[in-house]
């Protein structure tokens, strides 16, 4: 069954439509600028993800580069709590969570 969580897909779509008209406005790239993640919330960990998307998209972002490297080498959470954080988030997605 499909899960659609506001937190997780509807902020981040919201928030990279308003930095794509940014840039489109501003005239500038995706690739030029530098963006600070601060917060490991699902809406965070959602907007996080969709930009680092759309990043390797434009090949603003090397593919090896991903949002759990960039968070742990951060130096704001280790390996061992993303990894909780990410399961965590898997099992609110999928209705799990408290069941």
């Given at each position: 069954m499909?899960?659609?969580?506001?937190?997780i897909h509807g902020t981040p779509s919201v928030s990279i439509a308003g930095l794509?008209?940014?840039l489109q406005i501003s005239?500038?790239?995706?690739k030029d600028q530098r963006i600070f993640f601060l917060g490991a919330g699902?809406?965070?960990?959602?907007?996080?993800?969709?930009i680092v998307e759309a990043m390797?998209?434009?090949?603003?972002?090397n593919d090896d580069l991903t949002l759990k490297q960039a968070a742990v080498q951060s130096?704001?959470?280790?390996?061992?709590?993303?990894?909780?954080?990410?399961?965590?988030?898997?099992?609110?997605g999928s209705?799990?969570?408290g069941a």
């Open positions: 499909l899960r659609y969580n506001d937190d794509t008209t940014a005239d500038m790239k995706l699902s809406a965070g960990i959602g907007i996080a993800n969709m390797v998209a434009h090949k603003a972002m130096g704001e959470v280790s390996e061992q709590q993303f990894e909780e954080m990410v399961d965590a988030r898997k099992l609110v209705g799990l969570a």
